[in-house]
């Protein structure tokens, strides 16, 4: 079955780095664009990073652009996302999506950034 398990999410303080990985299977992981969301509490889902198919092109939100770095390597099934210089307004669910024929998503990772 499909599945899309994400981890390296954790509480950290104000301007560290944390690495979340996506694990995919089920599906052929190289013919679907990924991306990541995050919830904050009390707010409306937001799209962060989104990655092409071959890695030949990211998009990012103004709010993490230049600190978050999203990546993929097609040989393991797993997408990545790179973040820096955290700030608590990044303290989130982080759920990573497959798009494609069907959207698949993951159960999510908590990331708190506080001092």
């Known amino acids: 079955q499909v599945q899309l398990v994400e981890s390296g999410g954790g509480l950290v303080q104000p301007g560290g780095s944390l690495r979340l990985s996506c694990a995919a299977s089920g599906f052929t992981f190289s013919s679907y664009a990924m991306r990541w969301y995050r919830q904050a509490p009390g707010k409306e889902r937001e799209l962060v990073a989104v990655?092409?198919?071959?890695?030949?092109?990211?998009y990012y939100a103004d709010s993490v652009k230049g600190r978050f770095t999203i990546s993929r390597d097609n040989g393991e099934n797993t997408v990545y996302l790179q973040m820096n210089s955290l700030k608590p307004e990044d303290t989130a669910v982080y759920y990573c999506?497959?798009?494609?024929?069907?959207?698949?998503w993951g159960q999510g990772t908590q990331v708190t950034v506080s001092p």
């Open positions: 990655i092409s198919t071959a890695a030949g092109s990211t």
């Open positions: 999506m497959a798009r494609g024929p069907y959207d698949y």
